[in-house]
Each structure stands twice: as structure tokens, then as C-alpha cells.
T-cell receptor
């Protein structure tokens, strides 16, 4: 099971919207609605931002939204803010061994 | 509130073993799997395996088979991850995380393991 594919970096200006893609296969992203997204600031533990493809946990800004089409999931951050600058990882259930797989990670830079 | 508190940083010699603990509070420990994830410096997240605290069942990714054990002590709501035959490539931050509906909703603060080469 290979890691899910994400762009290495995405950047945007404050106030803009950006989208991070996460490409897998029909055995992971495409096969289940168990795709999550995590935000990680330097030196910190990851934080759940989106679960179940598009669900926002309590306390997560509604500027973050998730979607999926076929084998590709996406995270959109609208109204980009300086505090959104971080690494972002997608994550999917696979239903087999290994049970979960992470994406390669995307560094978001706010210009 | 839900919390996962991990044990402190470790420095181990090559060939040694390490046991990292993850103490859960704020919820029923046996109700959710605990998974372990590691992250080498400057690298991405690597899922290592899962453990069901209610049954003690666990499974790990192929690369760790034979040298990793995930256990728990339900009396103190604590999960453990033990990794043996350490090499410098095991130097990383190790995280435990609670699993809810396929997502890792709470994470421990991380435990830095250093294995000098």
C-alpha cells in the first residue's frame, strides 16, 4: 500500500482560497468515505480538521471544507489566514492491511 | 476533556528496545482503538498499527512485524508501544492517537526517540 499522493507545496495570499488534493486508489480513498485531513504546525502534534470526507469537528473553522471525487479527495481552505500556514496530511481507511494510509503531506505557505 | 499523555523523550543504543506509554483520560478507554504514528525529522506521518483496548487485539504494518508490540493496561487506561532491535532509522517522534469512525480525533503530545548511529 503506497502513501496517498499530495502536492508538496501550495501557496496563496491572505483571503484567497486554496485546494489541496489527495490521490489514492479504489482500495482506499475511492473505496470508503473514511478520508480525514490533519493540520500540523512545526513541533506540534497533528490536529484533525476534517473527518469522513467532509465533516468538521467541533471548533474547526468553517473555512475548512473537504470533498471527494473518485479516487481523489480535496481540502479547501477559504479566506486564507496567516495561522493556516502549516503542513497538511490526508489519511484514508483501506479496509485491509495496512488498515490506514497517510498522504505524503503538503506545506501550505501564506504569502 | 479527552487527553492522551505520552511518556517522555528517550535515547536508546542501537539494538535496544523502547516502550512508550500513552495514558488516556476523559473517556472510556476501552471504547476506541488506539493507533500509533511516527514521524522522522522533516518527514511525513507514518501509520504503524492499531490496538483495540477492549480485546487487546492489535496489528502492525509489515515493516515492523516481529519487532513491535502494542499492549494496554485497562486498569490505568494506558496503551503501550514497544519497539525492539532499534536502529538509527527508528529515530522519530512517536504519537498515539484515538480512533473514532476512521479518524484520529485526539493525539498524544508525541515522544521523541533518538537512536544515535
Amino acid at each position: 500500500q503506497s502513501a496517498l499522493t499530495q502536492p508538496a507545496s501550495v501557496s496563496g495570499s491572505p483571503g484567497q482560497a486554496i485546494t489541496i488534493s489527495c490521490t489514492g486508489t479504489s482500495s482506499d480513498v475511492g473505496g470508503y468515505n473514511y478520508v480525514s485531513w490533519y493540520q500540523q504546525h512545526p513541533g506540534k502534534a497533528p490536529k484533525l480538521m476534517i473527518s469522513g470526507v467532509h465533516n468538521r469537528p467541533s471548533g474547526v473553522s468553517n473555512r475548512f471544507s473537504g470533498s471527494k471525487s473518485g479516487n481523489t479527495a480535496s481540502l479547501t481552505i477559504s479566506g486564507l489566514q496567516a495561522e493556516d500556514e502549516a503542513d497538511y496530511y490526508c489519511h484514508s481507511y483501506t479496509g485491509s492491511r495496512p488498515l490506514y494510509v497517510f498522504g505524503t503531506g503538503t506545506k501550505v505557505t501564506v504569502l | 476533556q479527552v487527553q492522551l499523555v505520552q511518556s517522555g523523550a528517550e535515547v536508546k543504543r542501537p539494538g535496544a528496545s523502547v516502550k512508550v506509554s500513552c495514558k488516556a483520560s476523559g473517556y472510556t478507554f476501552t471504547s476506541h482503538d488506539i493507533d500509533w504514528v511516527r514521524q522522522a525529522t522533516g518527514q511525513g506521518l507514518e501509520w504503524m498499527g492499531w490496538m483495540n483496548p477492549a480485546t487487546g487485539n492489535s496489528d502492525y504494518i509489515q515493516k515492523f512485524q516481529g519487532r513491535i508490540t502494542m499492549t494496554r493496561d485497562t486498569s490505568i487506561s494506558t496503551a503501550y508501544m514497544e519497539l525492539s532491535a532499534l536502529t538509527s532509522e527508528d529515530t522519530a517522534v512517536y504519537y498515539c492517537a484515538r480512533v473514532v469512525s476512521g479518524s484520529f480525533d485526539y493525539w498524544g503530545q508525541g515522544t521523541l526517540l533518538t537512536v544515535p548511529s
